[in-house]
């Protein structure tokens, strides 16, 4: 501790002091909803940083050295569980294991790899960035904030990202894991407004360390992902794991907090028609292409759809709950009744060139929407894919909460 002075200036001081009965040294402290001193700062990021040494899941995407593996990997996690996306980038970069290879593919190839994901809009904007780079930028990947937001689908959160995370740059990452936490250390109670971001945002980057990318080490991408961490499975949005967290000592709130108003839920209907055929030993599924001109999911494969009206009164074969975002769709699916069940057949909402009979066996290769692929997958028309989840128990337990969305993608799961 430093000291004030002498023995006899101190003698003075505590005169002095006995005399105002004021404290002559007052340690700045911070209020509620105030940004963090210094210290701190400093305090903060070290104590996150031990605990995600120690606590950090083991997640496939986790010490890449290959900047096209994070970018897959970041498109994939936005507005999507990570269980989902374990599945998928495994798969996924099987396929295309190198921006070269996705640039080259056909895009119904790509959607068909990134069917069950959702948000479509993501996979196509990935393969146009991906043939944009080979076109243009010699088949290499920017390797800063700034350039890499100038390519499809890549905005302030996914730059930011990548950009730390595989170069190093020294640049906030703000998901809503990461603004929540902050909000609760600081005390400050949510707001929409373009203030309450600037606050967020200010606060998270005085947190990123200023250091550069070194051998072995990645200051910047590490703390990023250290936060997103700390939000993923400790600071949650219901019941956050005080007791366990690294910051505690530094939060102002150690609890839940006023979070952003949820939408209303609503309900629809929606009903599916199930036709199955054989050629020989061959089975065959009759699903429905959606059209170019929509604006989701163009051009994927779907099961029939029908009209409420024709279904009444029958029984259906399979239903389901498929939520997106703030619609519960309940989904039911009914099979003919064999080739004679003209009524419900000729009541497809499809046009005759828009139906096609695809194999059960190749409808992994085709772009199927996530509820047809969920559907044909509860009805033992095709196969479930394994998932790989070893040492990763912790990440089924936890969803991952919405990363910003602020990369113009369309809400196009169905
Ligand atoms: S103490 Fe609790 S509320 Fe505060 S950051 Fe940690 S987990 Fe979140």
Redesign the pocket.
Known sequence: MARVGGGRLAGMVTAVAKKTEKPLVRLRTRGAGEALLLSEVLAFRRRLMQWYEEHARVLPWRGVSDPYRTWVSEIMLQQTRVAAVIEHYHAFLAKFPTLVSLSLAPEASVLAAWSGLGYYRRARMLHKAAQFIVRELGGVLPGNSIDLKTLPGIGEYTGAAIASISFGESIAVVDGNVER?LL??TGRPYVSTAAGKKFVHEQAQALVPKKKLSVGVNAAGDHNQAMMELGAT??LPKG???GA?P??GL?E???EHGSAPRTMQRSLPASYLLSLRKRGTVTEVLLSRRSAEVSLMAGMLELPPLPETVVAGREPLLRLRHAITNTNYYVQVFAARGLKDKKMLQAVLAEPEQLEWVRTSRLASHPLTGLARKSLQRLDVMEVRKVRMEGIERALAVEVSPAAFEDGLELDDY
């Open positions: 936490v609760r250390v400790v600071c956050p794991l005080c967290c910051v505690y939060c709130t150690k609890g």
